[in-house]
């Protein structure tokens, strides 16, 4: 397992009694840890596939960590992308001021809505100047 064949488990037949028993919990609890690494992992893909609508399980007991962890991104994610939706549809629809509120966000998406306000700002200032220039010249 440690130089990554997954599938690796120990031989139960070599063994019986009591150790029997110790392999048999050994290759079911690896195999529990793999199940969970790859429906993990399965998740992520998902997401990094732009799924945002992925179901993701309740683990047992302290696995819950997991859960928790994988809903929180798809969470942030789909907070992120009905903003910018949001800002598509007013700048569409006219609303030159529209921009994201930085505030509900932390670490790399404040900075990510940092960016797409910059950028919105970056276009709006030069149109408004050209608005207001076509104004005076009328």
Do not use: C, H
Request: hydrophobic share 40%; net charge negative.
């Amino acid at each position: 397992m440690v130089t990554g064949d997954i599938e690796s488990r120990l031989d139960e037949s070599k063994f019986s009694g009591e150790y029997a028993i110790m392999v048999k919990s050994l290759n079911s609890a690896f195999s529990g840890a793999i199940d969970d690494l790859l429906y993990s992992l399965n998740v992520i893909e998902n997401i990094a596939d732009g799924n945002f609508d992925i179901r993701i399980k309740d683990m047992p007991g302290k696995k819950i960590v997991l859960t928790n962890s994988l809903s929180k991104v798809v969470t942030n994610l789909k907070n992120f992308n009905v903003d910018i939706n949001t800002i598509i549809t007013s700048a569409t629809n006219g609303n030159m001021d529209a921009s994201m509120d930085t505030e509900q966000y932390s670490g790399g998406w404040k900075d990510l809505a940092s960016g797409i306000n910059g950028l919105l700002n970056a276009i709006v200032v030069p149109v408004r100047e050209s608005i207001n220039a076509l104004e005076q010249l009328a």
